[in-house]
């Protein structure tokens, strides 16, 4: 990337002092045609302190005077406009880079060495190589944009949040960023809401059987829906679960799988498909990280419920108390879900059966490559 020829301010130093203007050239090359600034101005037509605040870089070498030139020193208009364009860009490499210097404390809040260990960025042990990487992974071109694209309620995304964790604004936006790159590179068709609520039935049936590759069959069902499902690793101070957003003409499923349990991947799977099928392309929300539920993010779990272990039937299960292991197998069965998510629905109000959960072993630790 350019910006990493600037490691220090030093190298900015010396970049300025080494920065020649065009006017540099044209001085030289009027010098070798024995004409003074005069001459020049007077064949041009133009003011002699036009020329010389071209020569001192004062003023930019336009097309009409590139032309100008080309007919009066033999040497091609292409070949001054594209010496001014190398001067501009340098000296606009050297203003970003004087700047960037400025902003080490910003690009610091962000999980920089979690995110070279990820893969998603490199960079060299210096502030304008991290900025450089940092700005290209997030599609921006400064903190202004940051602040326009990613600060608060602009980012049109739903998330599901642990009220529990720990949550900066700026790695959020960097693990949601990572899914909406994930997203983009997937090919699916386009969204068809009656064909994802198809494929849904067909997911709640791997729930229920767990294959060793269930998420590259979800992810394929998802697909033929114009659903793209990405699995996003956590970053240390990101506490979600999952989120729901949308990349062009189709929505994004982006799951984290922090606990790498099965029930709480299914329901956090079947949440975020209920923000899809409920709230549409345009809802803008960021729910989960306040004490309080918000309206839509219930609307969601209701979803979720109904896939995993309905009411109906929970209220059924609460009638055969107390369950065990043949009882709860026996149900599983008849409602097509996982005995995981029975126990782990259970758990709630009675958290002791986490450990009858582990023990019978229907919670299972799930790794997705």
């Not at 998330?159 to 936006?173: E, K, L, P, S, W």
């Not at 590179?185 to 969204?191: G, I, N, R």
Request: hydrophobic share 40%; with cysteine; net charge neutral.
């Amino acid at each position: 990337m350019t910006m990493n020829k600037y490691k220090t301010l030093e190298d900015i130093r010396m970049a300025k002092a080494l920065l020649s203007p065009p006017g540099d050239t044209l001085s030289d090359t009027i010098e070798s045609y024995h004409l003074t600034q005069a001459d020049l101005a007077a064949r041009m037509g133009r003011p002699v302190k036009t020329v010389n605040e071209i020569i001192k870089g004062k003023t930019v070498i336009t097309p009409e005077t590139a032309i100008q030139l080309e007919r009066i020193l033999k040497i091609q208009a292409s070949f001054w406009l594209n010496r001014e364009t190398d001067y501009q860009i340098q000296l606009a490499e050297i203003s970003e880079a004087e700047k960037f210097l400025e902003q080490e404390d910003w690009i610091n809040k962000f999980p920089l060495n979690e995110m070279k260990r990820n893969g998603w960025i490199d960079f060299e042990n210096n502030s304008l190589s991290k900025m450089e990487s940092l700005l290209s992974f997030l599609g921006i071109s400064n903190i202004e944009g940051f602040e326009r694209v990613y600060g608060q309620k602009s980012h049109e995304c739903c998330y599901r949040a642990d009220q529990r964790g720990n949550h900066t604004n700026n790695a959020i936006a960097v693990w949601l960023r990572r899914g909406e790159i994930q997203a983009e590179e997937m090919k699916v068709k386009a969204y068809s809401s009656a064909l994802f609520k198809d494929s849904l039935l067909k997911i709640k049936s791997i729930l229920a059987n767990q294959p060793a590759d269930f998420f590259n069959q979800i992810q394929s069902l998802c697909a033929e829906a114009g659903v793209k499902l990405v699995h996003t690793p956590c970053l240390k101070d990101v506490s979600m679960h999952g989120s729901t957003h949308w990349v062009n003409e189709n929505p994004v499923i982006q799951l984290s799988n922090r606990y790498k349990r099965n029930d709480i991947f299914w329901f956090t799977f079947f949440h975020e498909a209920g923000h899809i099928l409920k709230h549409g392309k345009r809802a803008l929300f960021i729910e989960g990280l306040e004490p309080i539920k918000s309206e839509k993010e219930a609307e969601a779990d209701e979803v979720a419920i109904e896939y995993t272990l309905s009411k109906r039937q929970e209220v059924e299960l609460m009638r055969n108390l107390p369950l065990n292991n043949e009882s709860i197998l026996m149900f599983a069965k008849k409602f097509n879900t996982h005995p995981a998510c029975i126990i782990g629905r259970f758990a709630r109000k009675y958290p002791n059966l986490n450990k009858m959960g582990w023990s019978l072993g229907y919670f299972l630790k799930i790794d997705i490559p």
